[in-house]
């Protein structure tokens, strides 16, 4: 019984035809690598399936709830290419600030998941002053904590270094050996066993 | 932490860290008003005359000034992606930040109204009056504002596009206010006015965070 399922999807972009009529379907553990040229799609479709955009046509549904539904929204962690932190405030403070938005674990401390990433020195920094890697490492820090099933991750992979993306590749794996499902895009051929979505 | 609660934190937070985006419209305020008497006449009677029509406006601009600060940071960092699709009510939130604009632009105005009132040489009574169409007034202006500013978030200087859209909106607000003022220098009763601009409040209240919310779903698509 598939738990995630995509439905006759179209996308049009301007006068682009992005892609058309994609029929997927994921079950629990799946990791699925969403895979094509620049401009194919790829980021399109991750926000669609976020519930950011709406579709040309086609559904998507999680375990029956369909993407507008109260419940898919509480099973979703979408991280884009935006670093969805402010550069004002302070690592612990845009991570608590990202924790109330999103459905996480609440017995989980945020400086565990700091520790995690490499950011535990870091927690009372202004964001203005960590590196492109550092900043990533903050939203990706949400991996730790979500209690979201269906993680949306848009390159997750962007500016981190090779220990890092071991990282990453590990929680996504331990994500999903737990019965989650996880899409994402990346270029970067990953070691983790994918299913492939091609655009 | 409540997301209502800690959007309010965080807003605040920020903007304490950015002073100039606090101070400029104010200085604005003071400036504007300022003006006046060194370009019409330094008369009592004359500048307490138009001292209503002047404090309002200055009001209505300095918050149009600072309006485009409500959405555009987190427009540009993704949050307001995330808070688009959590499970949380978007208006609300929106609500949240329209009402944290108000403490740290319309109620900074609201303050300092008297001293420029009295600059102005208005008496007691009608630095009371303006005081309080300020106080109900002020919130109307971020509430309608931050509709405004959830349609032209994902424009560059969008500014005039802006000015264009509110100020029509912000007319009825500015007629209400400086004619309570004015009327209560004359000795008339101003229930009316006050009445109406408490309408126009409760049907922003009502009305612009859903507004904003379905704009900037359009804005993020």
Known sequence: ?199 | MNIYLSTLVRELKISIRNPSGLINPLLFFIVTISLFPLSISPEAKILSEIAPGIIWVAAMLSVLLSLNTIFHYDFDNGILEQLSISHHSTALVILIKSFSHWILTGLPIVLLSPLMGLFLFLDENSIQVLMLTLLIGTPSLSLIGTIGASLIVGIRSAGMLLALLILPLYIPILIFASSAISQSQAGFEITGQILWLIVILLFSLMLSPFISAAALKINLD
């Open chain 1, 1 to 199: 019984m598939p738990v995630f399922e995509i439905k006759d999807l179209s996308c049009q972009k301007g006068f682009n035809l992005l892609f058309k009529d994609i029929n997927f379907t994921a079950k629990e553990s799946d990791i699925v690598q969403v895979k094509g040229a620049n401009g194919k799609g790829k980021t399109s479709l991750l926000r669609i399936l976020s519930g950011l955009s709406e579709p040309d046509s086609g559904q998507i549904s999680f375990n029956d709830s369909l993407s507008d539904s109260d419940e898919y929204q509480k099973d979703i962690l979408y991280l884009g290419h935006n670093p969805s932190i402010s550069v004002d405030l302070t690592v612990i403070e845009n991570l608590e600030y990202l924790r109330s938005l999103n459905n996480t674990d609440l017995n989980l401390q945020s400086l565990h998941a700091l520790k995690k990433l490499g950011l535990a020195n870091f927690q009372n920094e202004f964001c203005l002053n960590l590196s492109a890697g550092q900043k990533r490492r903050v939203i990706l820090s949400m991996l730790v904590l979500s209690k979201s099933k269906i993680w949306l991750l848009d390159e997750p992979f962007t500016a981190l270094d090779s220990l890092g993306i071991e990282l990453i590749e590990s929680l996504i794996k331990h994500h999903c050996d737990n019965g989650g499902v996880c899409f994402f895009t990346s270029h970067q051929t990953s070691s983790l066993n994918v299913k492939e979505l091609v655009l």
